[in-house]
């Protein structure tokens, strides 16, 4: 319920997110619960803002069991992994590195085939990936900052989100 919750609130406090529709601890296939925000709008482009901003949600569960558990699960690995993949496409595709700048960096195609290795498409040196790494690195901790930072101001609405669904399981 905390982690559910603390998805919600992050989404809640920043403006480039899609508002909160639905949150629930029922689980479901993998997922042990979700919160939903669909779009309210068409989009046709992607902004940095907004990606740190989508990163901040996915680690506002992980924050959310921190703070009030004073330890974490396993339970977040999925939101990590596109938490990471999102800022790996900022970096290396996207052009939005601070540091690396507008420059794409492997081939833009991060699928693996049979016979075909994932580092042979890669076109730069170690030097480039090793700058690569710290810049994903940058974003991550700065976003997961934004969460504690939205969910420790918010604190109340956070035991009140979770006692909430610990009750019913669902909330609109």
Sequence with gaps: AYHEAGHAIVTRFLPTQNPVQQISIIPSGRALGYTLSPPTDDKYSVYKQELKDKIAVLLGGRVAEALILHDISGGASNDIQRATETARKMVTQL????????????????????????SSSRNYSEAIASKIDKEIHAIVTSSYKVAEIILTDNMDKLHFISEYLTKNEIKD
């Design 95 to 118: 052009g939005m590195s601070e540091e690396l700048g507008p420059i794409v960096f492997g081939n833009g195609n991060n699928e693996v085939f049979p016979g075909k290795e994932f």
